[in-house]
């Protein structure tokens, strides 16, 4: 499966985002996929996943109640919106897709896109 995030930029604290991801190749609706995100400095970390087959989702405490992920399966799209954004939601953002079940793990994801930067000013 080919990846290709975009929608990210720079916006002020309490401002709203979203970005998408592109899947495509065979077999997509199998697949789970996820957001990650990588500060600088820091290890990339596990922001969001939804399953494409069941529509089940999953957030970190730390985005919990803020970031929404869906999809749209008819244009193979997953999209992460992103609400009440602040400074430390500063970082690289990345969609990834493994085969199969459940996992925030970054080592069980084989495929990922390019970054796209989000910047949030304060």
């Known amino acids: 499966v080919q990846l290709q995030a975009s929608g990210g930029g720079l916006v002020q604290a309490g401002d709203s985002l979203r970005l998408s991801c592109a899947a495509s190749?065979?077999?997509?609706?199998?697949?789970?996929m996820g957001w990650f995100r990588q500060a600088p400095g820091k290890e990339r970390e596990f922001v969001s996943a939804?399953?494409?087959?069941?529509?089940?989702?999953y957030y970190s405490d730390s985005v919990k109640g803020r970031f929404t992920i869906s999809r749209d399966n008819a244009k193979n799209l997953v999209y992460l919106q992103m609400s009440s954004l602040k400074p430390e939601d500063t970082a690289v953002y990345y969609c990834?897709?493994?085969?199969?079940?459940?996992?925030?793990?970054?080592?069980?994801?084989?495929?990922w896109g390019q970054g796209t930067q989000v910047t949030v000013s304060s």
């Open positions: 990834a897709a493994r085969y199969g079940a459940y996992s925030t793990a970054t080592k069980y994801f084989p495929y």
């Open positions: 939804i399953s494409w087959s069941s529509g089940n989702t």
């Open positions: 190749g065979r077999t997509v609706s199998s697949y789970f």
